[in-house]
């Protein structure tokens, strides 16, 4: 068209450029290859690699009573229970070639550098504590529990149970306006699962929320033995806490002393959902 000649002249005489068509059969768009995954390793040299000795994890699914037993371990004089922590979601990046090059030749790769990082943070917090042993409850690392045992080959796992089918009401109530039962069922379920995984890999200590709600102290003893700690009847009377709940939000709930409520009673077989029965099987609620 008359016009775009007209604009075309313009451009090239003010600026030097002009506008030409794309051809709709040109050249493919080369595909970039992504880099290969970084290997995860254990440390190379633990004692210079890791500041944090045999970190604590605890593994559950969401709605487990997790920020229930993380308060009570708080209240140990050894355990620093801080709030979900997700350092698993934090990544190193090597922003050119030569910082990668200089990198592999002091030996890292990309998931050492991020273990280190991971270990710095959580070692930090426990330093600013004063205590000895940090314990992490984040529910998502049931996710990632094979790297978090390849990061630190000496860490400790607790695996906190509770009834799915409890689990997956709890969910629902959370946040009934994001998912309906039966979604919260289903994504319930991938954390019972990956728990479940866990378990099968690693040695630990299985406790449930139903016992820790209806008899804390026998099951804080249990863990403390595990943990290879003296138990602590502070444990017990742990004082008005702060708790950040649904990660970092801004919604909090107050633990207050002597607050520890029985577990809501189990659901009836019947009422079941039946995507959770297998799992209510395979631990125990179930016949």
């Not at 050249?27 to 633990?46: G, L, N």
């Not at 149970?161 to 039962?181: F, G, M, Q």
């Amino acid at each position: 068209m008359n016009w775009q000649r007209k604009v075309n002249k313009a451009l090239v005489r003010f600026t030097g450029f002009q506008i030409r068509r794309v051809e709709r059969n040109g050249p493919p768009v080369p595909r970039v290859t992504p880099a290969p995954e970084a290997e995860i390793r254990p440390p190379a040299d633990p004692l210079a690699d890791r500041l944090l000795e045999a970190p604590v994890f605890i593994l559950s699914p969401v709605r487990s009573g997790s920020t229930l037993l993380r308060a009570l371990m708080n209240a140990h004089s050894a355990f620093h229970a801080p709030h979900e922590l997700h350092v698993r979601r934090l990544r190193v990046e090597c922003g050119t070639a030569l910082a990668t090059r200089a990198m592999a030749a002091l030996g890292h790769n990309q998931a050492d550098l991020e273990h280190l990082l991971w270990d710095r943070v959580l070692h930090r917090e426990l330093v600013r504590s004063g205590k000895r042993f940090i314990v992490d409850k984040t529910p998502a690392n049931a996710f990632a529990y094979q790297r978090i045992a390849t990061c630190w080959p000496d860490a400790r796992f607790v695996f906190l149970l509770r009834h799915p089918a409890s689990i997956a009401t709890s969910w629902h109530e959370a946040s009934p306006d994001k998912r309906t039962p039966e979604e919260a069922a289903l994504d319930a379920l991938r954390y019972m699962k990956a728990v479940q995984r866990a378990r099968a890999a690693l040695p630990g200590l299985t406790v449930r929320y139903e016992d820790l709600s209806t008899d804390p102290e026998r099951v804080t003893r249990e863990i403390c033995t595990f943990l290879d700690v003296p138990w602590e009847p502070d444990m017990l009377s742990y004082g008005e806490q702060s708790v950040l709940e649904k990660g970092l939000g801004d919604w909090r709930e107050k633990i207050r002393s002597g607050s520890v409520q029985p577990a809501r009673a189990l659901p009836d077989p019947v009422t079941v959902p039946d995507v959770l029965k297998p799992m209510c099987r395979s631990w125990g609620y179930l016949r």
